[in-house]
Each structure stands twice: as C-alpha cells, then as structure tokens.
C-alpha cells in the first residue's frame, strides 16, 4: 500500500493554464505538507495543513491555493500557470505540527512542466 | 534564519569506498536532523535522524552524529554500492514553534562507480 499518494505523476501544460495536483495520505497522520523542488533540485517548504487548516504559508504566491477537504488529502491548485512553476512538487505528511522530531513521508512527486 | 550548509557534488566514489556527506546548520535552540534520499525518478524517503545531541542515527550502514558543539551532522558510510547512487538532503526541522517544516540543504549528488 501506497502512503502518500500524489496524481499525476506528470503534467505538462501551457503557460496561462489552471492546473491542479491531490494528495492523499493513508498513515492516518493529522499533517499534511507541499514542497517545491526546482530544477537544481533545492527543495522549499510551500504551504502545511494540520487537520484541515492551514498552519505553514511560506510567501508563495497567491495563484497558488491549497485545499483540504479532510486531514486524509490535501490538494494543490495553480492558477494562470507561469514557466518559472515548472518544477516537482512533493507532498507529505507527519503525525503531529508541534513534534520536530517527527518523520516527514514524502510522497513520489508531480513533475509539471510548463511550456 | 534557520539553514542546513551541505558538501557541492557530485561526490563520485568507487565501489567499496568510504564516504562522507559534510552538513552543518544554524539554528536556534535545538533542532531535529534528518537525512534523506532520493533514488532517480522517485520521491524522498528518510534515511536516518537524530533528535538531540550526541545521537547517532543509523540506516542500511549510514550513520550521522548530531554535534551540537560543531554544529554538524556528516553523512558516513564504511563501504558504498552502486545502489547507493542518489541524491542526499540533509535537512532540519526547528525546535519550538507553531509548526514543523523541514528545512533542506541543497542535496549532494553521490555517484558510485563498479
């Protein structure tokens, strides 16, 4: 069984598009994360949600909205797609917001590619 | 602010050597670290942490000890396969606060030749 679950795997649109990429996570964790790693693979936290709500908006920009429709999945819409959005776009999640020791499980990535 | 320094690669090692992955932080009050890896064309999976000084974590025969002293938490392995071939993030998760995120280093490329 899959513990983070991300579609799709690969998505290649034009610039201008509206394009969204879900996230599901089956360890029954209450934390679930977006991360953005570009092309010279440095990796940046996005958004986190703890049970529905958001907890982490590290100043991405607002064409971006996260959703959460219950702690199980968290969703990542983009709006007006630019070419610098090209990237993979991880998701995780962990068991508690406030335990910094606690493992983060990633899952396999979305890889958009914006032409 | 908070940030993880690691070692430029690619870091090319024959089969059966030593390796070393350098990574030092800044951060404040007493962070957890992590180490992860990522195999070509997949996501992140942990390899190993520690969460407070003087830990060792240890995976598949890496290990790392969390220096509180240098500030420092170097990847070792006593003998590399060419099935280690991937990239490594250290990477930090800051103590206290309203939230836990991970901070990443820029990742070292290990390749590992037969």
Redesign the interface.
Known sequence: DTAVSQTPKYLVTQMGNDKSIKCEQNLGHDTMYWYKQDSKKFLKIMFSYNNKELIINETVPNRFSPKSPDKAHLNLHINSLELGDSAVYFCASSGHPREHQETQYFGPGTRLLVL | GDSVTQMEGPVTLSEEAFLTINCTYTATGY??L?W?V?YPG?????LL?A?KADDKGSNKGFEATYRKETTSFHLEKGSVQVSDSA?Y?CAL????????????G??T?LAVQP
């Open positions: 962070p957890s992590f992860y990522q997949e996501g992140l999976q942990l942490k969460t990239v993030f998760s800051p103590y206290g606060g309203a939230t836990n995120k991970l901070i990443f820029t990742g490329l």
